[in-house]
């Protein structure tokens, strides 16, 4: 079973997209600021993070930065973003920083899901 | 505040918005707090405040003051009753209530089903669930056993609330019986039922658990209203989903009831003390909210309507209401409001109606169309304001605002969003959409208060269904858009979307446009598959009423110009079909998706909220012949499509499709009988028409130019599936006897070669034969081999004189007489062969008399014309070819005793009376494929042609024979029967009851009856106590007693309970079956109309098995049957329909007296005793009989030379007289010589007077002063006085 965590601070955010991500056969771990999934991240070793960017403490693109500069996980991992950032410089900072994929908040889970299975396809 | 600011505020800061307005209601404990979020994401509005919904309804207002102020009106226009409530006198039927539930174990927490009609205590009920902290849940009343078992099944009730039965326009709908049905199919097991007995007059079973409403609340000590946590569930309300389970809705305390108040100041814009009318049914989410909580809250007066908008009685039903309560704000759906545009289109019976009180007018439930919304705004010179909201939101999601600054009204939408709801239009992906864009209507959460807050028992499913879609959201599951003001317009749900070409069309725009045509009064519009556009869109359009003759093409062209002037070329809309109906469920939404499936041709399944499934049948019967959609390619598509709804109504299994069919059959009986018909039968060819109806001439014909034979519908076509089964079962009248078992397959060949041996002896069609047979197999073989063969069949029953059989013989010139050589009855037996030799001497037309064996018995056979039918058998074939008749070609003569002289042949005809036979048999005995049914009666009478012969046979049943008598060995011999067959439908005489109820009880307990399912009494209404004692002994108080009532003439059974579906009510017929329309006249020939009436009873419309004529003298089946009345056929019977129109038959109002179940006319038996030479005069009437009903008294004049016989003597030879002229059934109890009849001066014989008197009711007998010698009264008192001790 894939890994999959999710960073974001909104609880119902938090609650729909575990809730589906589930159901689809995930395996789920959630952390809701920046400082939690670095952690996880180093522990738990995702194939994939859905990852937030405007969070409390350390933010999405600090994040971002640790997992794309980190020696096993820069491998391993890759992260998509949701975000509610809309501009187009958002986006580019993002995808320079290494993520796969920005999705605009509000979203579709169905678009999430889309996205998740093509990247984890193509990985393997 | 205005609008936009309390918006704005609720959205930057909806915890502080919502504290606020939390301090307009009492807390029995202040939240401290706004909002809690739980881990599985359920928001919980004020978590730590403590109230009751009920104190808030209620107590609070009693405790200021205002407890004599009005609180709740009940206004019933279907009972023209109604009843207020003051605040004070709420409290003491809710605290009581209360404090019974609480006796009956009911706790906080435990859930309550409540199934009740739209009255008072239903209100009651829920306030007494939230008084004591139980969960409630409403079942709207009416929906089916199992929908309601399933709601039993998720909410795990302790109790369940319900009343006797619910009324509706013209029917009665009993809740009882579906409560029972229901709980025996749940899993879970309900402990209790509180039955709130209506006192309509109908009875119903009493279960274990039942409880009565008010012998609860009698005695039950008030309970006070509990302080509930804001968060406690408040109740669970269902909501159809589309997956089959149900999806019940949670509500808070706390949250709802800070939402309501809100609503009421702010939406509505009403003060404490107006009256607010939600003209809903508590069942729906609007009921819970604005009928019950939110008005009560607010202290406004609440109304409960139990009615319609429309024929309750009349399109002013609403306004009449308005005027009698000073409704100041009304709230209804627009399906009510086209409801009575349909009817009253300039707004007539708005104007009878002083409506000066009414200020707002609010609309939803479903998306209001321009139309409407301006009619309404027109007649009613009010802001008519549309809002929206699901059961989800429990009050409005977008919303105008009376009580703040109103927003300028905008046809199409339903305003702008509710504050704390952040809506957004999404699409597909996800994305916001910009301002005018069609996408899915989303809200941001939270949600504000009231809002659900799960689903119960299945949270999974409620993330899964409203806030997984799209992240952070509610999504709402309806599809809209808002505009650059920010008003929201909801289009529909979304699988109302057409993709025409890659473009996304909203149904409901197409909609909104069709509808603008000034002669639509409603319309849909569906997707239909196309092979270059993907989908094009049909539109369905209803005209209005007075329009229907408006050119169609013309109204076609002119809405296809519309949609292309309104939306563009784009929408392609080609195809405009015009019905009379849309279908829709009974709170009115139309069924699009069963629409489109049918236009499809894929299979469908009906709702079980169809208002009625005859529209489908209807709008099938249009796109055949417009050939739309599937119905261009299949030539099969309307048989296929047809399936699902014929089989749903050939077998009546519920009272509410008692209800639809009954109507629709009433509406439209031709086209009832020709889908009855072609769905149900075997046809050689098929019909031109369905009825031919001349009622100057008294003729009826039915299925005019089909052809069938009979025997192969009841025989030939069960071969295949059934050859092997039984079809009939014969008992002979010896126990010790062997019984036969008569396969279908053995049955086809007995007839078959019976037939050939009526051929061999030179009968055709056409021709008449005479069967007078015992109740042995060869008489149910003789009467189909008739009718393989094309020859009428005419049975006189085996206990009738050699006179009455030669007449009999004699008016329908019969070529022949299947006889046998004698006949068995109990520890009798009978010189048949005898009589019919007597009866043979004056019948020149008799050529042949076939002969059974039987008891063996030595008899002459009269060489060259009789023979034996054994020898005959052997010398023919076993095939025999059924002769193909029409469908109005004779069937058989049934000869009934008139009131006057010679008997009357009744002419039944082949395809009516096959069609009725079956009808009826099926469901008045709701025959089960191996059920082993049994009807006592001979096949002599007309009950043992259509239900021992044709109407089992027909439905492919197992049929019971019996030969002897109910008393032979001894009286256990019926019930002995039941149990060696284990028989589960028994049909017999209320005189036979009577007769066996007199005898030792452990005749009955003998035996083991628990195979019956359903009893049957014919012959003549069943009095009360011979109906207890058959409902308590035989049918052990769980067999549904079916009282039938019907004639020789009518063919069928006439009114009847349905088994499992009319609740039964002794002594009544109750209600008649689909296809009959029964009709009370006065003396003058006025119809009665109405309830609680009574008369002569008379059926409107023809039906199938009617007698046609009378045999060779068509004159006196007018006369007798069509001349009472213009236009209706006169039963001779008077009846009365009771409060809720059942009907009960009490007695002929001519001079027919019935006699152990059996006809008697008073003119032959007279006739017969004045041919004594002695007599001068004489007069019968009946008298009540303990045993067999009704008994004959005669009142005898003698001549001179008479007066000095023995009157001992003479009685006994005046009986021998009747016996052998009409038979020992016509003998009389009494016979009093006297020496005048009361006559009038006119020469009339008052036989009432001599009935009353007889009856011991001599002092009833009224006025004597047209007497011609008022003293022959007294005489008569002196005469009858012995007899009555």
Known sequence: ?124 | MSYKDAYQKSIEQPEEFWMQESKNIKWFKAPTQALEQTPEGIYHWFPDGETNLSYLCIDQHVEDGFGDELALVYDSAVRQKQVKYTYNEVLEKVSKLAGGLRELGVEKGDRVIIYMPMISHSLFSMLACARIGAIHSVVFGGFAPDELAMRIDDAQPKVIITATSGIEVDRLIAYKPMVDEAIEKAKHKVEKVVVFNRKLGVEFEHKPYDVDYLELTDKAKPADAVPLKSKDPSYILYTSGTTGSPKGVVRDTGGYAVGLKYSMENIYGTKPGDTFWAASDVGWVVGHSYIVYAPMIHRNTTIIYEGKPIKTPDAGAFWRVVEDHKVNVMFTAPTAFRAIKKEDPDGEFIKKYDISSLKYQFLAGERCDETTLKWAQKHLQIPVIDHWWQTESGWSIVANYMGLDPLPVKPGSAGKPVPGYDIEILSEEGESLPANTEGYICSKLPLPPGFMQTLWNNHERYKNGYLSKFPGYYFSGDGGYIDEEGYVFITGRIDDVINVSGHRLSTAALEEVVSKHPSVAECAVVGLKDELKGEVPLAIVVPKMGEEDYESYKMETEIVQLVRDKIGPIAALKNVVIVKRLPKTRSGKTLRRTLRKLVAGESYNLPSTIEDPMVISEIIETFSQQKIGAFSKNKDQVTQSLKALTKSYYNIDSLAKYMDVYRISQNDPENFWNTIAERNFEWKKKWDTVLKWNPEEARATWFEGAQLNITENAIDRHLKTRGNKTAIIWEPNNPEEKEQRISYKELSERVNRMANVLKANGIQKGDRVCIYLPMIPELAVATLACARIGAVHSVVFAGFSASALASRVNDSDCKMVITSDGSYRGSKSIDLKGIVDEALETTPSVETCLVTKRTFAKIDMKKGRDAWLHDELKKVDKNCAPEVMDAEDMLFILYTSGSTGTPKGMVHTTAGYMVYSAFSFKNVFQYQENDVYWCTADIGWITGHSYIVYGPLLNGATTLMFEGVPSYPDYGRFWDIVEKYKVNQFYTAPTAIRALAKQDIEFVNKYDLSSLKVLGSVGEPINEEAWNWYNENIGKKTCPIVDTWWQTETGGIMISPIPFVTPTKPTYATLPLPGIQPSLMDEKGNEIEGNSVSGRLCIKHPWPSMARTVYGNHQRYKDTYFSAFENVYFTGDGALRDEVGYYRITGRVDDVIIVSGHNLGTAPIEDAINEHPAVAESAIIGFPHNVKGNALAGFVILKNDGESRNKENLSKEINQLISSKIGPIAKLDRIHFVSGLPKTRSGKIMRRIMRKISAGEADQIGDVSTLLDPSIVEEIKEKVEPFLK
Not at chain 1, 50 to 55: A, G, H, Q, Y
């Open chain 1, 1 to 124: 079973m894939k890994k999959i965590l999710l960073v974001d601070d909104e609880p119902n955010i938090i609650m729909a997209v575990e809730y589906t991500l589930r159901k689809n056969n995930y395996e789920v771990f959630i952390a809701r600021d920046g400082e939690e999934a670095i952690a996880l991240a180093e522990k738990l070793r995702p194939n994939l993070v859905i990852l937030d960017i405007m969070m409390p403490k350390v933010d999405g693109y600090e994040v971002l930065e640790y997992l794309s500069d980190h020696d096993t996980l820069k491998n391993t991992t890759q992260t998509v973003i949701i975000s509610a950032k809309q501009k187009e410089s958002d986006v580019d900072k993002a995808i320079e920083l290494g993520a796969k994929a920005y999705i605009k908040k509000p979203f579709s889970m169905k678009k999430l899901l889309n996205t998740i299975s093509e990247l984890i396809i193509q990985k393997s």
